[in-house]
């Protein structure tokens, strides 16, 4: 199997590097971004919104440019390795999979000009304070008036919503709490009289808010899809959200495996550099091994989470997030041990990565909700 580029994703690639190359040359320059009032540079975004990254999941029907998940891959991996913060995940992942796969035809033509222009941002609200990592927990009620809906509930760790035009919205219509079925998916704006959004800064340099829904009303033309069974919709954006975030981990993996050889090439002791020692070479190697196994999961996730078969899928995007997390939490924690003090000081960009790797491995799910998902599928491969 061929696993080389095409000269059209080559492009995406150096496009997208050059970006973050000249958007984050240092820490410094991160963190200058991290402090604008929205958490990410404005200017920054409508470069990105230039290089087509915005439109890159629609089709060309609908005006994108008809990018696959090996596309945005390519692009998550890049914001991985440069830190970068502008909200292309919660975005031009979470949300945009939300339009293309619910949107009916109507809905993406009001929508998707604003998308892919990068005048409008998305975000995805599925997270309650009791849910944990499980998407049919929904204790946020809608009900239907007449032709309209009306939302009332609470949201927690709602990624840049601070910074979005339009909340992709799980609200329960029918059932109880963790009953999967009457569960619907509401587009709804974040200026809509009732919506409350209190935003703070995330440990990785991010934004989230908690969002507040009282008697929202929203019309009947802002449902994606069926309004009582809007779980599978919202599952496959999930799955979509593993697939980018093993990418941008593999990035992020990346840079802080470089660093740490780097500084193991630089730091002297006892007269020599410390990556003289040999029990310090196989450590890196070790870390090595863990970032190309970590490859290999993302790939494999690109590949597996446009599969028509849901069951296959599901499996396959658990058991990359599961090797994902444990690539995370191994490479973050073997850079701080060979770096030493430095290694924990936020003067530092490998901190920095170790952050971001850490609160990647709790983000769509933690390596043991994972690895029971696996474990109930009956595995990868048949007994």
Known sequence: MDFDFSEEQNLLRDSVERFCADGYPSLE?????????????????????????CGLPFSEEDGGFGGGAVETMIVMEAIGRNLAVEPVFASGVLGATAIRLGADSDQKARWLPGLIEGTTRLTL??????????????????RREGSHYVLDGQKSVVL??????????SARLSGERRDRHGIGLFVVPADAPGVTIEAYPTQDGGRAAEVAFANVAVGADAVLGDS????????????????????????????LHALTVD?????????????SFQALQHRAVDMLIALEQARSMAIYGAMM??????????????????????ACRFLGQ???????????TMEYI??????????????????PYHLRRVADDGGLIAA
């Open 228 to 255: 009582e069974d809007g779980l599978p919709l919202l599952v496959r954006v999930a799955e979509h959200g593993i697939a980018a975030l093993a990418a941008e981990a593999l990035g992020s993996m990346s840079a």
């Open 334 to 344: 073997e850079a701080v041990q060979l770096h030493g003090g430095i290694g924990m």
């Open 29 to 53: 320059a991160r963190q200058a971004r991290t402090r604008e009032p929205m958490g990410f540079s404005e200017a920054n975004w409508g470069k990105l919104a230039e290089l087509g990254v």
């Open 125 to 142: 609200a599925h997270t309650e304070r009791q849910s944990r990592y499980d998407l049919h927990d929904v204790a946020t009620k809608a």
């Open 263 to 275: 500084y193991l090439k630089q730091r002297k002791q006892f007269g020599v550099t410390v990556g």
């Open 350 to 367: 490998g901190a920095h990565h170790f952050k971001r790797l850490a609160m990647i491995e709790y983000q769509l799910g933690d390596t």
């Open 160 to 169: 840049n919503a601070d910074s979005a035009g339009l909340i992709v919205v």
């Open 305 to 326: 989470v446009d599969s028509a078969d849901a069951a296959e899928r599901a499996a396959a995007l658990s058991a990359v997030k599961v090797q994902v997390n444990k």
